[in-house]
């Protein structure tokens, strides 16, 4: 990783992480969570899928509530007690007007000051030169909660969250994007490892259904220390920092 990278403030007390399927976050923020929930901030997840089409040896109607329940165990690891699934279709996440008003409810309801989601980008390199074509919905998802950000603070757009008593809310500062190709900012997780560790193993049945020989502490140790010298740290997750409110 080329560069140095800026601290992640920490001047906030809420975030919410928005991504498109269970297990999203363990391959890169949750060991910064569980940096964040151990300070005393208050993190809550939104998952838009349940994973239902994610494990080819399962049908989605049991593999919905397998991944909704790893996902649970998975973040409570981390600090996180409040996950939320919004049952949009895995594999064919459509980034509408439903799946903004769906994001900007939650939005509303939890009224946190930065958000988390995955890259939006057509594609993202794990080294030099490499360029891996991103899923259709980690880019639906991320870019409909750029939208959704700024629609929760509109009282005029999704006005019918008004009537069912979800009042605007225009505090999101910043959105944190993991995986970013070009990153500008990290947290230092050399002291978070072992719950982000246990966050990724907590996905049995995926992992599993993967098929392949793959060690949830390497790839952890491996991406944060792949960060870490960029910030001056032994590990580091590494993001991509968009500012939704101007001077």
Excluded: C
Excluded at 84 to 105: N, Q, S, T
Excluded at 116 to 142: K, P, S
Excluded at 183 to 196: F, N, R, S
């Amino acid at each position: 990783m080329n560069g140095q990278l800026q601290v992640v403030p920490e001047d906030w007390s809420r975030a919410m992480a928005i991504v498109a399927h269970p297990d999203d976050l363990e391959y890169g923020a949750a060991s910064a969570i569980a940096r964040w929930t151990r300070a005393g901030r208050s993190v809550a997840y939104v998952i838009v899928t349940d994973g239902e089409a994610g494990i080819d040896g399962l049908h989605p109607a049991e593999a919905g509530p397998v991944r909704q329940k790893e996902q649970v165990a998975s973040a409570a690891l981390v600090g996180v007690g409040d996950v939320a699934f919004l049952g949009h279709r895995d594999g064919v996440v459509e980034g509408g007007l439903d799946l903004r008003r769906d994001m900007a409810r939650e939005i509303r309801r939890f009224r946190p000051e930065v958000l988390v989601t995955a890259t939006f980008e057509l594609t993202y390199g794990m080294g030099a030169g490499q360029h891996i074509l991103n899923q259709a919905d980690h880019r639906a998802v991320g870019v409909a909660v750029l939208d959704a950000a700024r629609d929760a603070g509109n009282r005029w757009i999704f006005s019918e969250l008004l009537d069912d008593g979800y009042a605007p809310w225009d505090g999101v500062r910043h959105v944190y994007v993991m995986g970013a190709n070009e990153p500008t900012h990290a947290v230092d997780v050399t002291d978070a490892l072992e719950p982000g560790v246990a966050s990724l193993r907590a996905h049995e049945a995926y992992l599993r259904g993967l098929g392949r020989d793959f060690d949830p502490e390497t790839f952890v140790r491996g991406m944060t220390a792949m960060a870490g010298p960029a910030l001056g740290v032994p590990h580091a997750v590494a993001f991509g920092q968009i500012q939704l409110q101007g001077l």
